[in-house]
């Protein structure tokens, strides 16, 4: 939906749509569209502000740039004036603040106190491409930086992968990711990106198997953090429960389903997807990577059953190793378990303990139980795993999500 543009202190008329908001601390990312001339003169924005210019014109001071223009303007900072050209259209984003904003006499007023970087003014037109730093993705992922903050790495980033470019993992990381598709389309686990698609995507939810198809696919960028690439392979996730009341007329059932099941046994990509996803394959495997072939979800057996029937195998195998009759006695039903205060051990089934798949503050820092806060990680410390996940959150994506990457 659009609403009048919240720039306060502004002359002239713009609408916005929110992309997404934190209700919390203000920080909003929005898509503007200005209706006629704008200006604001020079002052003070009450959060980390930025400007990105999709179509039309921004002059900041007497400097005047067309599609690309960039500006970062921080928390406490004194800006120059800002005026944008009937008709432009950009994305702004809030980070930790609102959209206040206090008028200056001139740029030599003082900063606040806490204030720690300066304005960025770029034509990102004019920047080069660079090829993407991160190991891990096949060539073709190019990125130009727009800034980087060098206490909380957290950075805004223009990348685009060229037409032909995939990846068959799925990829979680300590951060959030945003982005905005400003080019092309790119096709993935969670639907179709193009141009105009967004979406927000909190730490540690699974994303992936990539295809950038024609013409390959830009966006702009944004998270909170540094970005580490954890990948995923043969994913499955399965549940169940007892009804209580809606089984076959009314009576109880016990249940289970799957992210297969929700697929239904069809596939929504294309041959030349296909293709592209095992040409990620072979080059992992050219570099000398561990990997294993393509699986589209949905198709084949049932990973989750395979998997569950090889851990009670596992389980089974150590039971006759065990020393101790009465837990050999257990057979295969453990309804009694709550009443005896018996705890299954993780290792019986081949599978680490839960509490090593975790962030080492998950339950007791200020987000302390919220998995998917993003939450600082260095080399060396414990990779956490991926959290369940449906659509990401306030997804713009469109398409044919069939729990692929849940």
Known sequence: MWHAAELVRGSGRASERRLSVDEEDGSSSLRIDFHTDWHRAAGIHHADTEYHVLEGEMTYGDRVIGPGAYLYAPRGVPTDAIRFREGSRILHYREFGDAGFDPVDSLSAPRWADAREDVI????????????????????LFVKYLHVDPVTHFYTRLVYAQEGWTDHRLAHHPCYEEAYTTQGKMSYSFGDLRPGAYFFRPARIKHGHFTALEGGTTWLFRSDGELFNWYTQNEWVRWGGEAVNYGPGGTRMTWSMSSHDIAGGRSWRSGKEIEMLERSVAYQRSVGAD?????QHGLGSDRSLIELAKAVDAARLQAGHDSNPHDRSHGDDHSHDQGHGHVHDHAAYGWPEPS???????????????????????????????????????????????????
């Open 121 to 140: 003014v770029l034509d990102t037109e004019s920047m080069r491409w660079d090829a993407v730093p991160n190991p891990g993705p096949m060539p073709g």
């Open 291 to 295: 990997d294993i072939d393509y699986r």
């Open 356 to 406: 090593s798949l975790e962030h080492p503050a998950e339950r007791t820092d200020e987000y302390r139980y919220n998995w998917a806060a993003g939450r600082p990680w260095r080399t060396g410390d414990p990779i956490p795993a991926p959290v369940l996940s449906s659509l990401p959150v306030r997804s713009r994506s469109m398409g044919r999500w069939d729990g692929d990457g849940m």
